[in-house]
Each structure stands twice: as C-alpha cells, then as structure tokens.
C-alpha cells in the first residue's frame, strides 16, 4: 500500500519561504497525478496544487505565482516550494495521489511574526 510522509514544515515569518517534501514509498513514477493539500484548523482539507503526468500543473488562486510544485522520480519525493508566505498559508499541509489513498500524518506550516 502507498505511503505518503511529508516533512519541511515549521514556523514562518510573513515573507518567507519553506520547501515541503513528500516521501512515497514505492515509485512515484507509475504514479500520473499528484497533489498537495492542506486543512486549516476547523476548515476542510482543500487542493493547493497537483502535478499530472498528462495534463501539467495546476495550482489553486491562493498558490499562483507563489508557490511550485515539482517532483524527483529519482528520489520518489514530491515538493512543494512556498515563496512569499502569508498568515493565511498556515495549515497542516498534505500530500496524496489522485485517485486518494490513505493520508499521512501531514506537516504543519505556521506563518506568523
């Protein structure tokens, strides 16, 4: 069963930048589309951005122009590269495929001064 252990997380000041990291066990190369999430606290688990092997990128408003989503097949790890961070971003960040599988644990960003 696919495994998904995301890391990079942490805490933030307005402005700054993180590089999120998703660990997949297995090859992530089979694999034709993936996707960050992340859930606010008392919010729902929303799309921040996928990468398809068929239809590109696609990022939701909240992440254009700041935020890039890439993959290293050699390493089965997905990123997601986060610039110009907002309060707002803070949220425990997830990754998965599409279809969904099991979620992991999650990585916890916070962005405050």
């Known amino acids: 069963q696919v495994q998904f252990v995301e890391s990079g997380g942490g805490l933030v000041e307005p402005g700054g930048s993180l590089t999120l990291s998703c660990t997949v066990s297995?090859?992530?190369?089979?694999?034709?589309?993936m996707g960050w999430y992340r859930q606010a606290p008392g919010m729902q688990r929303v799309l921040v951005a996928t990468?398809?092997?068929?239809?590109?990128?696609y990022y939701a408003d909240s992440a254009k122009g700041r935020f890039t989503i890439s993959r290293d097949n050699a390493k089965n790890t997905m990123y997601l590269q986060m610039s110009r961070l907002r309060p707002e971003d803070t949220a425990r960040y997830y990754c998965?495929?599409?279809?969904?599988?099991?979620w992991g644990q999650g990585t916890q960003v916070t962005v405050s001064s």
């Open positions: 990468d398809s092997k068929t239809e590109g990128t």
């Open positions: 998965n495929q599409s279809p969904w599988r099991s």
């Open positions: 297995g090859s992530i190369d089979r694999i034709r589309e």
